[in-house]
């Protein structure tokens, strides 16, 4: 669990435990890029007067355009849910025309939950298992990259609230794994990860008062940042602004608050870098 530290009025949730004590030693936090919570979907919803129906086009397609919607609706209704060949073969006709830019060979899962498919883009053979959610809401001109045979497991979820997301070549994404830009994920090439993860990014202020309003202000310390040939045990969570080095392995359970070293082993329960995954740091083969 991430360490709560008293900051003058105001509570800070985050980083790592020197970087807390600095802080909490002299009244501030670190350095920061504040998150503007008019971009987020309580604020989309509650902050204007337009009608049901254009809020539900913003929130799955991006913006109120009925050809588009009639177009979303009507591929995601008429195919998102046939199992078997047949949705397999259908959906691998028809999705393709929802994306900003796909690859040969995209493999669709049945009960996808696609938003904003005009900011996702899939490489060459990407599979999408099913029961996943991909969400580009937020993720502006960046996007979501998924590179090029890279496999998302089942009941993943791929959300952006704030900040692009790029997953690179050949990663796989185990089943239930939750990645979340709260400032940006970059994944490169040949990562694996296992089922249960939790990657989000976005750190929160809480501001105690008596007035009716929401008691926290969100803001992040930077994009988490994964290297290539890095793998992530079962249920790690990685925390906001982290890096891991290329070829680094995690253990189950582990919680990253901190930039780990290339090459390196890190075990939870405190949470320590026991070793390295190679001997000497020279590139690693990754079959």
Known sequence: MPVLL???????MGGSHAEQSKCLQEGRTV?????????????????????????????????????KLIKYELITSLFGS???????????????????????????????TIRHPEKIEFGDRVIIDDYALIDGRGSGDKGIRLGAETIVGRYTVILSK??????????????????????????????????????????????????????FSRYTKGNIVIKEKSYLGGNTLVMDGVTIGKGCMTGAG??????????SIYMPKPG???????SVPTEVNPS
């Open 6 to 12: 008293r900051a003058k009025q105001s509570w800070w």
């Open 254 to 263: 582990s919680v990253v608050m901190q930039n780990i070293p290339e090459y």
């Open 272 to 278: 320590m870098i026991l070793g390295k995954t190679v």
């Open 31 to 67: 350095n920061k890029r504040d998150l503007d919570e008019s971009s987020f979907v309580r604020e989309k919803i509650y902050s204007d007067k337009t009608s049901l129906l254009q809020k539900y086009a913003a929130f799955v397609i991006g913006e109120f355009s009925v050809l």
């Open 162 to 215: 704030v900040g692009g997301i790029s997953i690179g070549r050949h990663c796989n994404v185990g089943a239930f794994t939750n990645i979340v830009a709260q400032g940006g994920i970059e994944i490169e090439d040949w990562v694996q990860i296992a089922g249960g993860c939790k990657i989000s990014g976005g750190l929160f202020t809480f501001h105690m008062t008596d007035k009716d309003e929401v008691a």
């Open 82 to 112: 046939i199992p078997g060949a047949l949705g397999l073969f259908l959906r691998k006709k028809f999705y393709p025309l929802l994306f900003k830019k796909i690859g040969k060979g995209v493999v669709f899962g049945k009960s996808l």
